[in-house]
């Protein structure tokens, strides 16, 4: 079966997630497939095992010092002028970013996090739930694979994704707060709905989900049409999340400027400089 027989058993718990069965796969496909038309949103709790999350949290941990920290006011349309729109109007809100970022280039090549994202079965199995033809791992430098991580106070702001979807696996929750929080679906390529979405950012319970996650779960999200954020954190527990990029295209790279947005500089630095920090 492509891209299984290979898979990682020390980082995925393939007891629970039946990979290497033909009827196990397509059960996990079919689910993956119901909460994305659901909700655009679908979670494989516990995909990774626990002791390799810890693993992979104390890897982005220890490359903390080397992160790139981000402490910015940002619109969920980018900047977008003041004339002719309401104060109010929801293109013209700011909130707030406020994290640290580690680069692909930071991360050990045989370390778990990057082992799992360089697992070809990942990309099938991300693929086969997207009902995509064929996805590719990103060839950026520094944002295919990358992580954040949100201590006290720190928190993601309201946005959409610019891209169709977003692939990201919890690996420590913090003592509270840091809580994922989306509109799903709530506007479309021919409506853009700035009402509800000016009703979603001031907390109407009515349009927004949150589901529960815990550390080990696989998140696939189509974030462009449903406007979300991550709450500030409480206590100190770091969150730590990885981010996984997928794209039809083989050879896509992100805009330098959205690597020097991220990451403060937009080319990898030699693994002995890497290394060094």
């Known amino acids: 079966m492509q891209g299984t027989a290979d898979a990682p058993g020390d980082l995925v718990d393939l007891d629970r997630y039946l990979l290497n069965s033909e009827s196990g796969r397509a059960a996990i496909i079919a689910e993956g497939r119901r909460q994305l038309a659901v909700d655009g949103c679908a979670i494989l709790p516990g995909f990774v095992r626990p002791d390799a999350v ?85 060839a950026d430098p520094l944002m295919s694979c990358n992580a954040t991580i949100l201590g006290e106070g720190d928190q993601h702001g309201w946005h959409f994704d610019s891209n169709d979807f977003v692939i990201s696996l919890l690996l420590q929750a913090p003592e509270g707060g840091g809580r994922f929080i989306f509109a799903p679906g709530i506007r479309s390529d021919s409506e853009p709905s700035y ?5 979603a950012m001031d907390g109407d ?34 969150r730590i999340i990885a981010l996984f990029s997928y794209d039809r295209r083989p050879d896509m790279q992100f805009s330098e400027r959205s690597r020097l947005n991220v990451f403060g500089r937009t080319q990898a630095r030699p693994r002995s400089a890497v290394a060094a920090e």
Do not use: C, N
Request: net charge negative.
């Open 205 to 238: 319970a009515s349009l927004l989900r949150e589901p529960p996650m815990e550390a080990g779960a696989l998140i696939l999200f189509r974030g462009k049409y449903s406007i979300h954020r991550v709450t500030p954190v409480t206590g100190t527990r770091k």
């Open 54 to 138: 810890a693993r992979m949290a104390a890897e982005v941990m220890d490359l903390l010092p080397g992160a790139h920290r981000r402490d910015l006011m940002l619109g969920a349309y980018g900047d977008v002028s003041a004339e002719g729109l309401p104060s109010d109007d929801p293109r013209l809100r700011r909130t707030p970013y406020s994290m640290h970022a580690v680069a692909t280039d930071q991360f050990e090549p045989a370390g778990p996090v990057l082992r799992l994202y360089m697992w070809d079965g990942l990309t099938q199995l991300i693929s086969d739930m997207l009902d995509e033809p064929v996805l590719y791992r990103v």
């Open 195 to 199: 009402a509800d979405v000016a009703a």
